[in-house]
């Protein structure tokens, strides 16, 4: 994975600063924070409650928001890490209007008949990065 400058931290910060906000409450119920290639990841209680409640057709094992990444745990972040990054990419070309592209995206391939999540363009994308990288 490439180094990531500091000018793609800036561009994604408006969604970073969404997933740190959401770092106190991890923290406070025992959750665990590590910095891993560039992304503060983050499990526990709380993270694995989070994505409990994300609306997809599937239960959520993890969650990128600019370069933090929730995990419903340690297991979940090793299996999901390479589909991950390629998302924590995408927030770095998209910056803040990533996760309105993110939701036309879904809104799209729902409107067109299809999975809203798997024919999601963004997810489309990283899960074939992952089939290449695993």
Do not use: C
């Not at 561009?11 to 910095?35: D, E, M």
């Not at 694995?48 to 409640?53: E, G, M, N, S, Y």
């Amino acid at each position: 994975m490439k180094f990531t400058t500091p000018l793609r931290y800036v561009w994604a910060f408006p969604n970073t600063a969404i997933g740190l906000l959401l770092l106190f409450p991890v923290l406070v119920s025992g959750g665990r924070v590590r910095w891993v290639q560039g992304v503060l990841e983050i499990t526990g209680r709380s993270a694995a409650r989070l994505l409990k409640h994300i609306p997809f057709s599937e239960a959520v094992a993890a969650l990128t928001l600019g370069h933090v990444v929730f995990g419903v745990d340690e297991e979940a972040l090793e299996w999901w890490r390479s589909h991950e990054l390629m998302h924590v990419r995408q927030y770095e070309r998209w910056g803040p209007f990533f996760i309105p592209a993110y939701l036309f995206s879904s809104l799209a391939a729902r409107l067109k008949g299809k999975d809203s999540y798997l024919d999601n363009r963004f997810e489309s994308e990283a899960f074939s990065h992952q089939r290449r990288v695993n």
